[in-house]
């Protein structure tokens, strides 16, 4: 079954249902039935991360250095926690500005930098060739062990010519594919959709590939885990495999490598291209955040076992880094290498499609085509010549980077192991962090700053890591990294000054990050950045602010027709013609101003095709005056705290209105109050003075008229007349006191005066009256004399009215009426009791409102009132005005109401 | 404003969550678990600690969907 030609047919074919899948996605993109705007596949294009080396490497890695292979891992899984903030305002950026790559990400972010972009694409391509000699030996490699097991692969390895290395069959085959499915579009910056779904199915097939291995291994060839886990319980050797110690630089290479795989994940030109380029719609962040990280976790389940199973089972298993295809051979399985193979080979060549993409794209915008821009000859070329070559350039970078990436493995790919290649390359990207990080948050990081920082920092990288490795191939004198250069011992490479005992990655992350990040920090403090970088880096920064949504910030003019010939000649007229979709072609329209919307689409289109630098470049060329400025930029981004200013404001003064309007509401209520009051009092004293009127006239009538009335009827008339006239007029006397009393004008003569005096006077005064209406008046005088400030006559009234008041509601079988005079403090109070009902505690101050009659609960009202309803407030109101007091309680020893006048005494000198 | 608080919320919500990570996958915890007894003890404790952190993140990130 392991025959050359099944193994290799398993592979074309293979790689040729990916080529369907691709056909398919791009077909269903024309037909607008995207089959990738999904975020599960957005996930598993993410997982593009899983290379050759996640899945051979990291069995190696945890055989020989415990849990440190889960760092490599947990790292992404940070990133992706990270996703709402830092991730969408990547994807927010590149979306608007029609980023390419990160190296046009960065350059962009510089004032479109065209010097920052060739170095970040020069840097990705010294880094990552060999992370793609990486994937083509892991197939090279793979194949051999699958051909020659038992035996050792190198045997095969050693003299074979390089015709025969399969690696590079794959390798063409994936440079026509990406040619294919690629470079479609000029456009970079549209999505690759057949690609993108080969991605998610080529992550699907390792993810499957690999979970395979490990229930074989766990299930097949033990007895489940439990059986796996005892024999390595009784194995010696194996009991530390997994100690933390084991993990290269301990604890601090622990931390280091954790920080590394962070900043790779962010930095990798193929993840920037999955993560930033690729992506359809930034929601799809929130459910890759959390389903790319199961994805890791599933992929890792089984590297444990599979290791532990190698381990134990010794020679048989062979390499460590081959763990995974020697496990199922040593078992005589057939069909289940071969998947596993497959599953190797969807890992490598996922990366390698990817990462060739992006990588091409850089070359092609920020190396070639710059430099293409010098060249006058090219402005004067046909239209739409240059997309064509552009095209045609990526398709050559294409086709030299896995050439490149080929002849690397040929020709130093033996001088280390899988994982080792991967983390140099995570240690080259990671220089890209500070430039993309800090320049996302920090506005004031600069051009020079950056392109000083990723200068130090890649020379220390190199410096630390790739020169020893050359060391290490052989290429260059060890002495290097055992002495020095010329023997100076604190230069050495992996323990630069004097810096032992870490990991060679860790060591080198914490020099080159010191170098890029310090410098990057230290030149743009004291460099003074261009308005173009300022522009850039406010809109890099402020990606979030509600207002940039839509916004246009060009402000120079040209005439459509410029612009029309301009896209014409360097993207050809198809993409023109999408640009100018909404506006018709004419002479007219051609001599017009193009609107300022018209040129940031126009220098979009440009730069999604050519980078933003070129894009700036060429645009400049025909638009007259600047971009916006920072300062106009400002004036956008602050419109919005503005905006929020006039808002608050507004609410202020609302609630202002809101408050006043209340306040005017409650007073309208209470003048209504008062009107319906007044209407009232008016209604009363109307019926007050007419009841007695009817009367005075009723008996004047009839003694008009009778002239035979006998004469004691005719006396008793005449006296129910006089009587009423007495009523009416004290009503009016009552009347005008009350008003006389509100409007402030009662006029009071006090003066020092002994109460007691006045009160027995007054009971005297009563007493008659009362005795003929049979009340029994008592009356008790404890202090005397009792000198105040008062006016006699008026007080006269107030205790002859209480005493009255105190008769009429006295008990009707037992009147019993009681004032009593004694001292309280420095006061004298003067209270009238009586045995009747007594008066509610809710009633007890109405009784002093106007016109009150209090109505007696569950009696129908007899007769006539028992008064006008004005004494008491009559009262009440002379008493204030004497500085005293008159309120109602209960009787303390009648049982009935009890009114309390009480006045201050009189001061001494005025007894 | 409603919404705007509640995905701010959310936002704290994961800050705390990548803190906490940080703090899971930090050397004084690891230390102190490859410490306890058993050969498995820190790779056990490392695939439910990452397991968790992943299951905080789906129930946040889901649970927050509808706003």
New interface residues.
């Given amino acids: 079954m392991r025959t050359d030609l099944v193994i290799l047919g398993a592979a074309f074919s293979y790689l040729a249902l990916l080529f369907v899948v691709a056909a398919w996605g791009d077909r269903r993109a024309e037909q607008g039935k995207s089959i990738i705007g999904s975020p599960s596949v957005y996930a598993l294009s993410i997982a593009v991360y899983c290379t050759a080396w996640t899945f051979y490497g990291s069995v190696g890695r945890a055989a020989e250095y415990g849990p440190s292979f889960l760092l490599i891992y947990l790292g992404p899984t940070l990133a992706m926690l990270t996703a709402p903030f830092l991730l969408r305002k990547m994807v927010r950026i590149a979306a608007r500005q029609r980023i390419t790559s990160i190296a046009d990400f960065i350059s962009a972010r510089y004032g479109k930098s065209s010097g920052l972009g060739a170095l970040v694409a020069l840097m990705a391509l010294i880094t990552i060739t060999p992370y793609i000699a990486l994937q083509l030996k892991a197939i090279t490699v793979s194949h051999a062990v699958l051909i020659n097991y038992p035996d050792s692969p190198d045997a095969s390895l050693a003299n074979e010519g390089f015709w025969l290395d399969k690696s590079l069959w794959v390798a063409l085959v994936l440079a026509v594919f990406i040619i294919l499915f690629g470079t479609r579009h000029l456009d970079a910056s549209e999505r690759h959709e057949g690609m993108v779904a080969a991605i998610a199915l080529e992550s699907l097939v390792k993810l499957v590939a690999f979970m395979s291995v490990g229930v074989f291994v766990v299930f097949v060839l033990f007895a489940g885990p439990q059986d796996l886990f005892q024999q390595v319980a009784l194995s010696p050797d194996l009991a530390d495999t997994l100690r933390l110690d084991q993990v290269p630089g301990g604890t601090t290479g622990w931390v280091g490598m954790l920080i590394l795989a962070f900043l790779a994940f962010l930095t990798l030109p193929r993840q920037f291209q999955v993560l930033v380029v690729e992506n359809v719609d930034e929601h799809h962040l929130t459910r890759a955040s959390w389903l790319f990280p199961i994805y890791l976790l599933l992929i890792n389940l089984f590297v444990v076992p599979i290791a532990l199973a190698g381990l134990l089972l010794g020679d048989v298993a062979g390499d460590p880094d081959s763990f995974v295809l020697t496990l199922p051979l040593s078992a005589g399985a057939e069909g289940l290498p071969l998947f596993v193979f497959i599953g190797g080979l969807s890992a490598a060549t996922g990366m390698v499609i990817v990462e060739t993409i992006a990588l091409s794209t850089m070359v092609s915008n920020q190396l070639i085509m710059p430099l293409l821009l010098r060249f006058r000859f090219l402005h004067a070329s046909q239209p739409g010549q240059l997309a064509g070559w552009l095209l045609g350039i990526r398709r050559v970078a294409i086709v030299l980077l896995l050439l490149l990436g080929y002849l690397y493995h040929a020709l130093m790919g033996d001088a280390y192991s899988l994982v080792t290649i991967g983390l140099v390359s995570f240690a080259g990207v990671a220089q890209f962090a500070p430039a993309l990080l800090i320049g996302l948050y920090w506005r004031g990081a600069s051009r020079l700053g950056a392109m000083l920082g990723l200068i130090a920092g890649f020379g220390v990288w190199g410096y630390t890591l790739l020169l020893p490795g050359f060391a290490q191939s052989g290429w260059w004198d060890m002495a290097l990294i055992e002495q020095g250069p010329w023997g100076i011992e604190w230069l050495k490479p992996y323990a630069l000054f004097g810096l032992q005992g870490w990991d060679i990655y860790t060591h080198a992350l914490l020099w080159s990050m010191l170098a890029n990040v310090g410098l990057l920090v230290g030149a743009s403090l004291f460099s003074r950045p261009t308005p173009l970088e300022q522009t850039q880096a406010a809109l890099f920064t402020e990606a979030m602010h509600p207002n940039l949504q839509g916004t246009t910030l060009w402000r120079g003019q040209t005439t459509q027709g410029e612009l029309r010939d301009l896209l014409a000649r360097y993207l050809g007229a198809a993409a023109t013609q999408r640009v100018f979709a909404d506006i018709a072609e004419s002479q007219d329209a051609a001599d017009q101003i193009a609107s300022h919307a018209l040129v940031t689409s126009a220098e979009q289109a440009l730069a999604g095709s050519l980078g933003s630098a070129s894009a700036r470049v060429l645009i400049n060329s025909v638009v007259r005056g600047e971009a916006l400025d920072l300062e106009g930029l400002l004036s956008i981004l602050d419109t919005t705290s503005q905006t929020l200013e006039y808002n608050r404001r507004l609410e202020q003064k609302s609630d202002e209105l809101a408050r006043i309007g209340e306040e005017l509401r409650s007073a309208n209520e209470r003048l209504r109050e008062l009107d319906r009051l007044k209407d009232e009092f008016v209604a009363m004293v109307s019926h007050e003075l007419r009841t007695p009127l009817t009367s005075i006239r009723a008996f004047a009538e009839i003694l008009r008229d009778g002239d035979n009335l006998p004469e004691h009827k005719r006396q008793h008339f005449l006296g129910v007349i006089v009587h009423e006239s007495q009523r009416l007029s004290r009503l009016i006397e009552e009347i005008l006191d009350l008003a006389r009393l509100e409007s402030g004008r009662l006029t009071l003569d006090p003066k020092p005066l002994d109460l007691a005096q006045v009160a027995q006077r007054s009971v005297d005064a009563i007493s008659r009256l009362q005795e003929n209406r049979g009340i029994a008046l008592d009356s008790a005088i404890d202090v005397e004399p009792a000198i105040i400030i008062g006016d006699e006559d008026r007080l006269e009234q107030v205790i002859i009215n209480l005493l009255d008041n105190a008769g009429k509601f006295a008990d009707t079988d037992q009147p019993k009426v009681r004032l009593r005079l004694y001292r309280h403090k420095r006061h004298y109070r003067l209270s009238v009791e009586d045995n009747g009902k007594g008066i509610s505690e809710d009633e007890r101050e109405r009784v002093f409102e106007k016109f009150h009659q209090i109505q007696e609960q569950g009696e129908v009202p007899r007769g006539r009132p028992k008064g006008s309803g004005l004494g008491l407030p009559i009262s009440r109101g002379i008493v204030a005005h004497l500085g005293g007091r008159l309120w109602v309680e209960d009787a303390p020893n009648l049982g009935g109401a009890c009114l309390i006048m009480e006045l201050p005494e009189a001061p001494e000198q005025a007894q | 404003m409603k919404p705007f608080a509640q995905s701010s919320r959310?936002?704290e919500r994961?800050m705390a969550?990548?803190l906490l990570?940080?703090v899971l996958?930090?050397?004084p915890l690891?230390?102190a678990v490859?410490r306890l007894p058993g050969?498995?003890s820190?790779?056990l404790y490392?695939?439910i600690a990452?397991?968790g952190?992943?299951g905080l993140?789906?129930w946040l990130?889901?649970g927050s969907?509808g706003h």
């Fill in positions: 959310r936002n994961l969550l990548t990570m940080v996958f930090s050397p690891l230390t490859d050969w498995a820190l790779t490392l695939f990452w397991a952190v992943i993140t789906a990130m889901e969907k």
